[in-house]
T-cell receptor
Framework: GENVEQHPSTLSVQEGDSAVIKCTYS??????FPWYKQELGKGPQLIID?????GEKKDQRIAVTLNKTAKHFSLHITETQPEDSAVYFC????????????FGQGTRLTINP | EPEVTQTPSHQVTQMGQEVILRCVPI?????FYWYRQILGQKVEFLVS????????KSEIFDDQFSVERPDGSNFTLKIRSTKLEDSAMYFC???????????FGQGTRLTVV
């Protein structure tokens, strides 16, 4: 089955700097790649997603890139702010059967003021 | 904005007892999921439910687990005889169509003592 690896597990950046989180996936059939932000005591919330027919997607300070050949995708946050501090999860989904999401291990991002 | 709601937010139960975790998915959604997150670990798929039946389940979802959509709005997860290792955060998720955004509830923290 699909396996998603995420790095780094923790990331600390200065406010205003950029943060990059990377994920790799194993199943070339995966075609949907969402990123979730989880704040303390809350459920994961979708912040951006990308499908396999697109190489890059941007939404204000957040961007995601996808390299299908290498089977990896990355989250880029620019001009980081303290409210960006949270745990971020990447996920991959195969368009067959139940289309379940397979999550990475998560990255705890801390923005230092 | 529509949201998935889960009750209770925290449940403490004795080992061997039955628990029922409840979820109200977004009303026009067709696909329903339960995920589990053991403290500090990744979010893991448990089961998916579509068209009033289980469409896929993971190895974790053994005979002690069951799901039900009793009245067309609620979606429940039952653990028949809880074990210590069932202690985790349980998330319900729903989405409307394949390859669309999955909305997660805020989770139920289950503590088995």
């Amino acid at each position: 089955g699909e396996n998603v690896e995420q790095h780094p597990s923790t990331l600390s950046v200065q406010e205003g700097d950029s943060a990059v989180i990377k994920c790799t996936y194993s199943d070339s059939a995966s075609n949907y790649f969402p990123w979730y932000k989880q704040e303390l005591g809350k459920g994961p919330q979708l912040i951006i997603d990308i499908r396999s027919n697109v190489g890059e997607k941007k939404d204000q300070r957040i961007a995601v890139t996808l390299n299908k050949t290498a089977k990896h995708f990355s989250l880029h946050i620019t001009e980081t702010q303290p409210e960006d501090s949270a745990v971020y999860f990447c996920a991959a989904s195969i368009p067959q059967g139940a289309q379940k999401l397979v999550f990475g291990q998560g990255t705890r991002l801390t923005i230092n003021p | 904005e529509p949201e998935v709601t889960q009750t209770p937010s925290h449940q403490v139960t004795q080992m061997g007892q039955e628990v029922i975790l409840r979820c109200v998915p977004i009303s026009n959604h067709l696909y329903f999921y339960w995920y589990r997150q053991i403290l500090g670990q990744k979010v893991e798929f448990l089961v998916s439910f579509y068209n009033n039946e289980i469409s896929e389940k993971s190895e974790i979802f053994d005979d002690q687990f069951s799901v039900e959509r009793p009245d067309g709005s609620n979606f429940t997860l039952k653990i028949r005889s809880t074990k210590l290792e069932d202690s985790a955060m349980y998330f319900c998720a729903s989405f409307a169509f394949e390859n669309t955004e999955a909305f997660f509830g805020q989770g139920t923290r289950l503590t088995v003592v």
